[in-house]
């Protein structure tokens, strides 16, 4: 059996849902790894647009409780 994988699709890089998002997950990042979980996201947009992105990184002011 292999880890579980949570897989989630998003339209656009830099849009205020897709954005909010990433964040989520990255605020729960911890829970995902201690189930042993990986999260992937997957959108149609380019490579140059993805490392262009504002970072999603998590902060206490960012996440939601």
Do not use: Q, W
């Amino acid at each position: 059996a292999g880890a579980p994988l949570v897989l989630y699709f998003y339209p656009k890089d830099d849009t205020a849902g897709c954005t909010r998002e990433a964040i989520d997950f990255s605020c729960r990042l911890a829970a995902f790894r201690k189930a042993g979980a990986r999260i992937l996201g997957v959108s149609r947009d380019s490579a140059a647009s993805h490392f262009s992105s504002r970072s999603p990184a998590p902060n206490s002011a960012r996440c939601r409780g």
